[in-house]
């Protein structure tokens, strides 16, 4: 069984940055996929990026050159890095682990903006 938390949201300015963590503890396979997801008021959970141990990274093209997935395997931990954030970004954000042919989520994370 694997167990995320999730780390890192918070309450930020347009154009501001922040950076989110998913730690992850538990049996976790050599081959993995880390994928963000985040959900907007009113609105489906949507995946945001993704990052594969393979070293395949991907993006939607809203965050494209703005948010960076990185990873640290001596940590089990993966982080998102989001910039220049836009008030449409608001969300509650999800990391979520696929090893072994399961899939494990985080508890959430909110990011919110302030006016």
């Known amino acids: 069984q694997v167990q995320l938390v999730e780390s890192g949201g918070g309450l930020v300015q347009p154009g501001g940055s922040l950076r989110l963590s998913c730690a992850a503890s538990g049996s976790i396979s050599s081959i993995n996929t880390m994928q963000w997801y985040r959900q907007s008021p009113g609105k489906q959970r949507a995946l945001v990026a993704i990052?594969?141990?393979?070293?395949?990274?991907n993006y939607i093209d809203s965050v494209k050159g703005r948010f960076t997935i990185s990873r640290d395997s001596a940590k089990n931990s993966w982080y998102l890095q989001m910039n220049s954030l836009k008030p449409d970004d608001t969300a509650v954000y999800y990391c979520?682990?696929?090893?072994?042919?399961?899939?494990?989520w985080g508890q959430g994370t909110q990011v919110t903006f302030s006016s």
């Open positions: 979520s682990l696929v090893s072994d042919s399961k899939i494990s």
């Open positions: 990052s594969s141990s393979t070293g395949i990274t």
